[in-house]
Structure formats: C-alpha cells, structure tokens
Nanobody, 113 residues
Framework: QVQLVESGGDLVQPGGSLRLSCTTSGFTFRESAMRWYRQAPGKEREFVAHIGMDGNTIYQDSVKGRFTISRDNAKNTLFLQMNNLKPEDTAMYLC???????WGRGTQVTVSS
C-alpha cells in the first residue's frame, strides 16, 4: 500500500534552517509528481511546493528563494530544504502525491525565539 512518512521537523529560531524528508513506498515514485503542503492551527491547509517527474518546481510566493523542493528517485524520497525560517512558517508539513488522495501524517515545524 502507499505510504508517505515525513520527518525532520523541529523547533528552530527565526533565521534558522531545517531539511524535511518524506520517505515513500507502495507506488512508482519516479513516475509521480510530489508536493509539500502545510497547515497551521486554525488555518486551512496550503500549498508550499511542487516537483514534477522531470524535476520542474513550483513554489508558493511566500517561500520562494527560501525553500527548495527536491527528490531522490533512487531512494524514493522527497525533500524540502527550508532556510531563513520565519515564525509564520510554523505549521505541520505534509507530503502528498500530486493530484491524489494519499497524504503523510506530517512533521511539525515550529519557528520561535
């Protein structure tokens, strides 16, 4: 069955960096576009970044220049490198197969001094 497991979330100070990972199984990763979303308490889930099968990327405006989505097809793993983190980046971060109903459970990122 399809499994998506996020990791790497933590408490970090403003300006800090984190690298999130999403390990996957149960589907053909290299043939799947992947996305990161995030959801803060009391807010709707929002799109963060997309990476296509060809490596083409799309970002939400608020993270452009700070976040980088990437993938390792040999390891069936999706990444999100987050730099210059801001308090407003605090949220549960989730990975998903693009245009599917498959989601991980998420990893918590908290940006606070």
């Amino acid at each position: 069955q399809v499994q998506l497991v996020e990791s790497g979330g933590d408490l970090v100070q403003p300006g800090g960096s984190l690298r999130l990972s999403c390990t996957t199984s149960g589907f053909t990763f290299r043939e799947s576009a992947m996305r990161w979303y995030r959801q803060a308490p009391g807010k709707e889930r929002e799109f963060v970044a997309h990476i296509g099968m060809d490596g083409n990327t799309i970002y939400q405006d608020s993270v452009k220049g700070r976040f980088t989505i990437s993938r390792d097809n040999a390891k069936n793993t999706l990444f999100l490198q987050m730099n210059n983190l801001k308090p407003e980046d605090t949220a549960m971060y989730l990975c998903t197969i693009a245009r599917s109903t498959y989601w991980g459970r998420g990893t918590q990122v908290t940006v606070s001094s």
